[in-house]
């Protein structure tokens, strides 16, 4: 085999491994490039306001959840509801402290969800 010969065998199995990386990431990232084992903490559909209302008073009071970005003209203001501002609120609780033994439960009012709830300029943080 000619020197050549050797070099593009050699090229055609490092390019074949270059591929398999890229569709290894590729199978392992969310539709928003985040891996797939990133995960946030969102209220759950079917609990009323009110209840949402307490465990979001509870997250951001006693809680310690950051809940700067849902007042009024921040990020996550909008859309001006429960559901967002408590969604908002159980995630930065969890995020801030799952590794620590927080879980995220606020009394039934929550889920865990492998979908990324950011959107437009409001940033839900996720913390592996």
């Known amino acids: 085999m000619t020197q050549k010969k050797k070099s593009k065998k050699k090229m ?3 390019l074949m491994r270059i591929i398999f990386v890229l569709i290894l990431i590729m ?4 539709s928003d490039g985040a ?3 990133r995960q946030w903490c969102i ?5 009323p306001d009110n209840v949402l209302q307490n465990a979001l008073d509870w997250a951001c009071g006693p809680g310690g959840a950051d ?5 009024p003209n921040k990020p996550c203001y909008l859309p001006n509801n429960m559901r967002n501002h408590a969604s908002y609120a159980f995630n930065s609780y969890w995020q801030k402290f ?5 879980s995220c439960y606020f009394n039934g009012a929550s889920m865990v969800t492998n979908l990324n709830p950011s ?10």
């Open 12 to 14: 055609n199995s490092l």
């Open 35 to 37: 891996f797939a084992d």
């Open 43 to 47: 209220a759950d559909e079917q609990t």
């Open 98 to 102: 799952k590794n620590k033994g927080g």
């Open 119 to 128: 959107h437009g300029p409001c940033s839900f943080e996720a913390i592996p």
């Open 27 to 30: 199978l392992t990232s969310g």
């Open 67 to 71: 809940c700067r970005m849902i007042q």
